[in-house]
């Protein structure tokens, strides 16, 4: 059994189904990527699994706790990290962590090195006793970190925590998630940057129009998805018989030239001798081989090929 | 549960002592406009310091001495005994004394020989000092006439007595707005209680509006969302915001009963429990107003535009900007939060009707339990995203 459970989860505003049956495990010690388009009920099924909203429909269960049951139960294993700054700019920083840290009830001086443990976690120790209108909007983001993990939550939800800031603070972000799993919290983590999920998530979930449309590691939505290696060759000339040659070779899908014939695309099946075939094949037929780069497939296309859309389409 | 109450309420007030703007608009400004209004139209003027010094020992001396020593002038004059004319002349140049009178050595012989006699006066640089002075001396003068136009035309032993002695019935010194109509605008109460009462409940009812704003704020901000993915009771935090803007009008009360108190020397009476009723009533009135506009609303920017609208006609309908315009609109003044407490607090103030002060009250009790139900119900439309 893992950690999360969604059985049959449907949320339903009036007429319209904006979470649709939604069926799949997270394990305990996960990094899970929720991705999907603006709309396409991500937020929706964050807030349902963390009891800010009401589900229409089905269940969820948060280390055995059902959320429709025991709501209580599951709030306290959970640390919602919201999109949103939700913290008060009037306060410092530690009273903005104290006061979060007194509602989950933590007593005293374990309260205390909560708090004091939860800024340093998020570099912002040094900079306790400051308001956050002083901060850059990365420490923001820190702070909000920080007011959600101080009860050492099993799960963390992070809802594009990296939104509108400065690559060093997004990098700091991404190391805490890394770490925040070692410690052994079990991570959901939403963004609109492949890239992002692609570094950290050991396993993505991609939702569209309210329906889970894959779910698995990286490599089986690959898989899933068809989606192959590319080698492009940048040769002095174009050569018809080597073209001939590329195409009829069975660890080869695909070859596209450039217009001069000096820059081929090749997409290649799953095959480990296939880039030495092809070497061979330039250096048979006399081409100077100038420059070869490969590309792997990326969640982007792979997203853009399950939906039809990209992660940005509103 | 009350944990969570008033961990939240006690953040509340942290946040609410940090910003500045409303500790200035919700506590300054009252005090401001309380002075403004308040020194603007009372009636209540201190006593004239009047230096003198009496060189006659004739006849009169003795009804000089009881006028300038009788209790009916005190309200008006406070004497200071000189002892020249030269030192009458100095204290006022100085400014020790508002207004200087010399009794010069031959006024009772004058007097009496039926001659043209005078006080030497010497006004001071204040013109409402003056105008109270020479009141209480032509007070004594036109009796001084009175009494020999009397002899001259009755004799000499006819029963006729100088000085001020029905002063007790009759104010020596009237002073005020034409037509003499404060006392119907302001009641048993004076300008300066008048105002400091209407100001007050204006105050707290805009303090309710923090309650609200503080809830949509924290709805827009994400922060309420926050409070309620935690595992604590949702309405205690929403309670506590509440409470907290609670706790910010009673502490905007309690500056501005003393502060109007000790510094404008407003009389609150001794009923400090029936005020406090009074405040806490409104306070709870205006909350629950805010939140029922709130809910309808939507946004903090129109609550408060709303709010704001509402609050100002109703302090204007209750005669709160300008005295006496609640007896012009009639049944209109009645319908405000503003004309329940205002009647309680002057009533209070004046400690004179005690049966209307409680009945006030029982009225406000009334309407601030009726929206705060209101409230209660449409709560959910305020704090909740998806209500």
């Known amino acids: 059994m893992g950690l999360i459970t969604f059985r049959d989860v449907v949320k339903k505003y009036d007429t319209s189904l904006i979470v649709n049956y939604l069926n799949f495990k997270i394990e305990e010690g996960e990094i899970f990527g929720l991705l999907g388009p603006n709309g396409a009920g991500k937020s929706t099924t964050i807030n ?22 025991q709501p209580l139960e599951v ?65 923001k983001r820190r702070l909000n970190i920080a007011c959600a993990i101080m009860h050492r939550p099993k799960l963390i939800i992070m809802d594009e925590p990296t939104v509108g800031i400065d690559p060093q603070s997004r990098n700091h972000i991404l190391e805490s998630v890394r770490e925040l799993n070692r410690l052994g919290s079990t991570v959901i983590y ?54 001939a040659e590329m195409e009829g070779h069975p660890g080869v899908k695909r070859v596209e030239e450039s217009d001069d014939g000096r820059t081929l695309i090749v997409t290649v099946k799953d095959s480990p001798s296939i880039l030495q075939d092809l070497l061979f094949i330039i250096q048979k037929h006399g081409i100077a081989l100038r420059q070869l780069t490969r590309i792997e497939p990326n969640l982007e296309s792979l997203f853009l090929q399950m939906t039809g859309r990209t992660l940005r389409d509103e | ?65 009881e006028f300038w020593n009788g209790e009916a002038i005190k309200p008006f004059v406070f004497v200071l005994k000189t002892d020249s004319g030269q030192e009458v002349e100095d204290y006022v140049t100085e400014g020790i004394a508002d207004y200087g009178v010399y009794v010069p050595a031959d006024f009772s012989q004058k007097v009496l020989a039926g001659e043209k006699a005078v006080w030497k006066t010497f006004s001071g640089r204040y013109a409402e000092k003056n105008v109270a002075a020479d009141a209480v001396i032509g007070r004594y003068m036109a009796e001084l006439n009175l009494k020999f136009a009397a002899m001259a035309t009755l004799g000499t032993d006819a029963p006729v007595r100088i000085g001020n002695a029905d002063a007790r019935r009759q104010s020596l010194v009237a002073i005020g ?30 303090s309710g509006m923090s309650a609200a704003l503080a ?15 935690m595992p604590s009771s949702f309405r205690a935090a929403v309670f506590g915001v509440v409470t907290g803007a609670v706790m910010l009008a009673c502490l905007q009360s309690l500056v501005v009963i003393v502060f109007t108190k000790y510094v404008y020397d407003v009389e609150w009476s001794g009923h400090y429990l029936a005020i406090a009723a009074v405040c806490l009533l409104t306070t709870a009135a205006g909350t629950g107003l805010a939140i029922i506009v709130a809910s309808v609303a ?82 959910p439309k305020v704090v909740m995203r998806h209500a």
């Open chain 2, 177 to 206: 707005n034409l037509g003499n109509t404060e006392d119907r605008l302001f009641g048993e109460t004076s300008a300066m209680q008048y105002y400091a009462a209407a100001y007050l409940i204006m105050f707290l009812l805009f």
């Open chain 1, 190 to 243: 939403t963004s609109h940057y492949m890239e992002e999920v692609d570094a950290i998530c050991s396993r993505i979930g991609i939702l569209d129009q309210g329906k889970l449309i894959a779910v698995g590691t990286k490599e089986e939505l690959k898989r899933q998805a068809g989606q192959a290696e590319r080698l492009v060759f940048e040769i002095d000339r174009r050569d018809e018989p080597a073209l």
């Open chain 2, 298 to 379: 939507g946004t903090s920017k129109s609550t408060q535009t709303l709010f704001t609208i509402l609050v100002t006609t109703m302090t204007f309908l209750s005669g709160g900007m300008m005295a006496g315009i609640q007896n012009m609109v009639g049944i209109a003044s009645k319908l405000t939060i503003n004309h329940w407490a205002n009647i309680s607090l002057r009533a209070i103030m004046s400690g004179s009707d005690a049966a209307a002060a409680w009945n006030a009250i029982g009225v406000l009790a009334a309407i601030a339990a009726v929206l705060s139900l209101i409230a209660i119900f449409r709560l």
């Open chain 1, 75 to 139: 709030k306290r294993r959970i640390g919602l990290v919201p999109q949103e700054l939700a913290i008060y700019e009037t306060l410092t920083a530690r009273e903005n962590v104290t006061f979060f840290a007194k509602l989950y009830g933590l007593p005293g001086k374990l309260l205390r090195e909560r708090v004091d443990e939860a800024l340093r976690f998020v570099g912002l120790l040094d900079r306790a006793k400051d308001k956050p209108s002083t901060y850059s909007g990365g420490m």
């Open chain 2, 1 to 65: 549960m009350i944990r969570v109450w008033l961990t939240t309420a006690y953040y509340e007030l942290v946040k609410y002592g940090r910003m500045k703007s409303v500790l200035v608009i919700l506590i300054g400004l009252p005090l401001l406009l309380i002075l403004l209004l308040g020194s603007a139209f009372d009636t209540d003027l201190k006593p004239a310091k009047v230096a003198l010094y009496v060189a006659d020992q004739g006849e009169l001396s003795g009804s000089i001495g």
């Open chain 1, 48 to 69: 349902m699994l963390s009891g800010l909203l009401e589900l229409s429909g089905g269940d969820i269960a948060v280390d055995g706790r059902s959320i429709r049951k």
């Open chain 2, 215 to 229: 809830l949509l704020g924290q709805k827009e901000d994400g922060t309420l969302r926050r409070l309620y993915a």
